[in-house]
């Protein structure tokens, strides 16, 4: 693969993981609004549960993110597509895993 494929791998599923990431940080804030709520809750640890998904999802994110970024940096310096522990390449570099995963190491 070249680098420009996957720059653009990268920096798509960026966005996708920002736009994700949003929309989870929006729920989160909603879940915990509601639970602030006077009313008659029937089970009063679900918003609760509700809250510790939403961070548990925006936490993964925030690593998926991060992950993405160093993806970035190695294309920068020349190295995507090699294994981060030998240098050698990768042999899945240009495969079907490496274009649903642009992250992977």
Known sequence: MDEATARKLVEAERGRVKQLLRDVNESGR???????????????????TFEEE????????RQRLAALDRAMERIEEG?????VRSGRPS???????????????
């Open 54 to 61: 939403s961070d548990a999802v925006a936490e993964s994110l």
């Open 79 to 83: 190295t995507y597509g090699r294994s």
């Open 91 to 105: 042999p899945t570099l240009g495969s079907r895993r490496t274009r649903c995963r642009p992250h992977h190491r």
């Open 30 to 48: 909603e879940d915990r609004e509601w639970a602030r709520q006077p009313g008659d809750a029937a089970d009063p640890a679900q918003p609760l």
